[in-house]
């Protein structure tokens, strides 16, 4: 009995120990943060800004530490976190789009007395050099195939990128002007191709300030009138040349300098994607010698003309997207906002909302709120990558939400689609005055942790905030 007490007491004993010890290293980690957070936000460029961290246990959701964590900031791309996240939920990790090739009237003697449609369903990877299977060359070898293997030999109507399922091309209605005609504010569209991006080459002036020269687009976009009013930069100054336009403009302005060192091509928004691809397929048809009599046109011109798009007749072919795991690999590692639009879009439709990027927003808000018990108020969102600059979140609902799917059965892929900065999971958010810093961590003491990190309205250069937001997430290492 005497051995048996003894026991019981020794094991008490431990437990109190080992009790005072997690609690010393909770609270040490805790410390730790906090001391580090003081030194960061007295950063001088910190005056006039605002900054918030909230950093939460990862296996039990507990606070180890937050300030401003609910103040609702601007998020830049790590609202991409949230968007993703919610389309693993809502669409599942196995989801794919569906783009079909088909025609209308009927096919005598190798005349084809009808259209060939290519039918968008917002696949956001249709074109792209990012898969084998969705490789431009690849795809228009495929279409062509199918229309001369159904013995069309001679079309008498035209090419169509019907883009309609989204009402055609349309930009965040929340961006700004200087964005939307470049690579990164591509419009979404019923039907996307290549990414809505076109490369264009620019040779730089002899001297800094002198005008350059617009040498080549890939591809070839004669169709557009490109004006370039871009000059010199001086070196190691890079790309800061702007493309002026909006969806289905025909006049695109190139403004501001680019680098006399650089040498590599700027991105633009491709206007009209849908009439592109349809291009495409024909000027590929015609190399092999089947005939276009009606130039390509796409959904949104049809309408805008008083025409609509022709109704389903022969399908010829059916291409099916990568996975969504797939696509939201390259949505979270390379920051592609036209991937997070279409994502917000198909969460949108999936749940029967209507298809506008506000509305889409609100479908994904709701989401989260119904299902976290967050308030509407700790989510702003009027889209669906983080480039509105109203996107208001806080810092608390953000490290929610990525710790609420830790259990979830396709968290390894998400997970897997998170970039490393600083040697951290995490991913990173930029826009004019804006940084962040979203993701996970293991703390040295073994605590897994989830955590959201936002500084808006800072000066100074965004390079030198960004080491210094580094400084302070290093604590949580």
Request: charged share 15%; no cysteine.
């Amino acid at each position: 009995m005497v051995l048996s007490n003894a026991i019981s007491i020794r094991f008490w004993l431990i437990l109190i120990v080992f009790s005072l010890t997690t609690q010393s290293y909770a609270q040490s980690l805790e410390q730790k943060i906090n001391i580090a957070y003081q030194q960061f936000e007295s950063n001088p460029n910190l005056k006039y800004g605002t900054a918030s961290l909230t950093v939460l246990d990862a296996k039990t959701g507990s606070v180890i530490f937050s300030k401003n964590g609910n103040t609702g900031l601007a998020t830049a791309s790590t609202l991409k976190t949230i968007t993703s996240a919610a389309a693993f939920y809502l669409l599942g990790a196995d989801y794919t789009y569906q783009t079909e090739l088909y025609y209308t009237g009927q096919v005598v003697d190798g005349i084809l007395n009808g259209d060939i449609v290519i039918k968008g369903s917002g696949d956001p990877s249709l074109g792209s050099d990012r898969f084998e299977q969705t490789k431009e060359s690849l795809l228009l070898t495929q279409w062509t195939h199918a229309i001369v293997n159904a013995g069309i030999k001679k079309i008498n109507g035209s090419i169509i990128g019907d883009d309609l399922l989204y009402g055609g091309q349309k930009a965040g209605p929340r961006w700004i002007w200087q964005d939307l005609g470049s690579y990164y504010g591509a419009g979404i569209s019923g039907l996307n191709w290549r990414e809505n991006l076109v490369d264009v080459h620019i040779l730089p002036g002899r001297q800094v300030g002198a005008a350059t020269t617009l040498q080549s687009t890939v591809p070839n976009v004669s169709y557009l009138k490109i004006v370039n009013e871009s000059t010199t930069g001086s070196p190691g100054s890079g790309d800061k040349v702007y493309p002026y336009s909006a969806p289905y403009s025909s006049l695109i302005y190139l403004r501001g300098t680019y680098g006399i060192d650089l040498k590599k091509p700027i991105q633009i928004a491709l206007p009209d994607a849908a009439y592109d691809a349809a291009l495409r397929l024909q000027l590929n048809l015609e190399r092999q010698g089947v005939s276009v009599r009606q130039p390509a046109t796409s959904g949104k011109l049809l309408k805008l003309s008083g025409k609509e798009v022709p109704s389903a007749g022969r399908t010829l072919f059916v291409h099916q997207s990568p996975t969504l795991k797939d696509l939201v690999y390259w949505f979270n590692q390379k920051s592609i906002n036209l991937y997070g639009e279409a994502l917000l879009k198909t969460i949108a439709q999936q749940k029967g909302s209507v298809l506008d990027t506000d509305d889409a927003a609100d479908t994904m808000r709701d989401f989260w709120v119904n299902k976290l018990g967050l308030e509407k108020g700790s989510m702003r969102i009027f889209d669906g990558s983080g480039l509105s600059p109203e996107n208001r979140v806080t810092t608390m609902a953000m490290a929610k939400i990525l710790t609420s799917i830790k259990r979830e059965p396709w968290f390894s892929d998400y997970y897997k689609s998170i970039p490393v900065y600083n040697g951290m999971k995490m991913k990173s958010g930029t826009i004019g005055g804006v940084l962040g810093y979203t993701g996970y961590q293991k703390a040295s003491n073994g605590t897994e942790l989830v955590f959201s990190l936002l500084v808006n309205n800072y000066e100074g250069t965004a390079y030198n905030m960004r080491q210094q937001m580094f400084r302070l997430l290093n604590a949580l290492k």
